[in-house]
Every structure is written in structure tokens, then in C-alpha cells.
């Protein structure tokens, strides 16, 4: 069954470093999003992307933060200055679109900023 | 007022039991409802979503949504261990292909 993959699982970076998180959604999916969820918090929505442009994006999204979709496959979230309170769980998620608004989930990636 | 709101739990029973997990929501205008399991430090594993009112099964699960109480519910039938981990409902923001708004999850313990 496809699935989202993410990498790294687990990512330490010191802050004020650049992170670069990387996701492969569902093949045949149109819409991609990035979520996030601090330990112990709900999961929040950051961005999401569709046709080569980001759609819409929350307000964590600040200029720290872009996505790119560098090839065919792979959808990346870069953090360009980490700080202490980017510690959290980031997910990828992918969605068909065309009248199908399931959203699959990637495994994550464990970000620690020390 | 919160968007979606559920309780965190934790909620305990005994293996067998029937599960009742519920969360309301705040805009008449969300037409999505959708259920997602989450093992500990793992991804959202999505269940079932339904579209407006009714109810729709799989398996062990049934989805309810009630519309006019702005409540949803997933029940758990002849509940498992493996059943064990935290539930999230989720609704689209707007249409199908926003963002998920998510409730806090309810943290679900089956024992044997």
C-alpha cells in the first residue's frame, strides 16, 4: 500500500543552524501539507502546497520557514534558524485532491534544537 | 471558542468493552469529519472520515456525526489491546483540501 515516507526519523541541530526535512507524499497525490505537533500539543497545520505554490500557511509559518518541491517526488520543509521552540514532531501529509480530502500521513521526523 | 474540541482522557477499559470517543466542533460550515489513530511518537493513521450527517462503519468502527449538535463520535466495537493509543478527529477547515483542524486527541488504554 503506498505511504508517505519522511527523513530523517530524528534530526538534532543546534540552534541557529539550518534543517532541512524531507518527505515522499503518496505518488499519485496533488495536494502536500506540513503539520506539526509539540510534545504533549495538538497536531498543527503549517502549510500546505499544490501546484508548485504553497496554498495557504499558518501563522508559525514565518519567513524561518519555506518548502520546496525540488523534483517530481520529494517535498522538503527547511527551517532556516532554528530556535529552541522549533522542538516538535513534524509530519508530512499528502492528499489526492479531486473530491477525495483524506489526508495521509507521513511517520514524522523528531526535531531537537539544543 | 476552540474550533474543535475533544477530551484529552485518558480514558481506560477493559478489553471487549465498546469505546465511545467524541469531540465537537464550533463552524456549521465544516462538512468533513475525520478520525485518525496515533501511536505513540508515530504519524496520524487515518480511520474513516465521513461527508455532513449519518454514520458509516468499518469493521469494529462506526463514525456518527450529528449536525445539528455539531457532535461527532467514533465508537469501538469488542475493543483490543492493540486498540490501545490516542485518537484525533480532524475536520478540513474549508472544502476538502485545507488544512486539517484537529482536536487534542483522547488518549484510549484497552487492558486485557
Known amino acids: 500500500e503506498p505511504e508517505v515516507t519522511q527523513t530523517p526519523s530524528h534530526q538534532v541541530t543546534q540552534m541557529g543552524q539550518e534543517v532541512i526535512l524531507r518527505c515522499v507524499p503518496i505518488s499519485n497525490h496533488l495536494y502536500f501539507y506540513w503539520y506539526r505537533q509539540i510534545l504533549g500539543q495538538k497536531v498543527e497545520f503549517l502549510v500546505s502546497f499544490y501546484n508548485n505554490e504553497i496554498s495557504e500557511k499558518s501563522e508559525i509559518f514565518d519567513d524561518q520557514f519555506s518548502v520546496e518541491r525540488p523534483d517530481g517526488s520529494n517535498f522538503t520543509l527547511k527551517i532556516r534558524s532554528t530556535k529552541l521552540e522549533d522542538s516538535a514532531m513534524y509530519f508530512c501529509a499528502s492528499s489526492e485532491g479531486q473530491g477525495a480530502p483524506e489526508q495521509y500521513f507521513g511517520p514524522g521526523t523528531r526535531l531537537t534544537v539544543t | 471558542q476552540k474550533e474543535v474540541e475533544q477530551d484529552p482522557g485518558p480514558l481506560s477499559v477493559p478489553e471487549g468493552a465498546i469505546v465511545s470517543l467524541n469531540c465537537t466542533y464550533s463552524n456549521s460550515a465544516f462538512q468533513y469529519f475525520m478520525w485518525y489513530r496515533q501511536y505513540s511518537r508515530k504519524g496520524p493513521e487515518l480511520l474513516m472520515y465521513t461527508y455532513s450527517s449519518g454514520n458509516k462503519e468499518d469493521g469494529r468502527f462506526t463514525a456518527q456525526v450529528d449536525k445539528s449538535s455539531k457532535y461527532i463520535s467514533l465508537f469501538i466495537r469488542d475493543s483490543q489491546p492493540s486498540d490501545s493509543a490516542t485518537y484525533l478527529c480532524?475536520?478540513?477547515?474549508?472544502?476538502?483540501?485545507?488544512?486539517?483542524?484537529f482536536g487534542a486527541g483522547t488518549r484510549l488504554a484497552v487492558h486485557p
Open positions: 480532524a475536520t478540513p477547515f474549508s472544502g476538502g483540501y485545507n488544512k486539517l483542524i
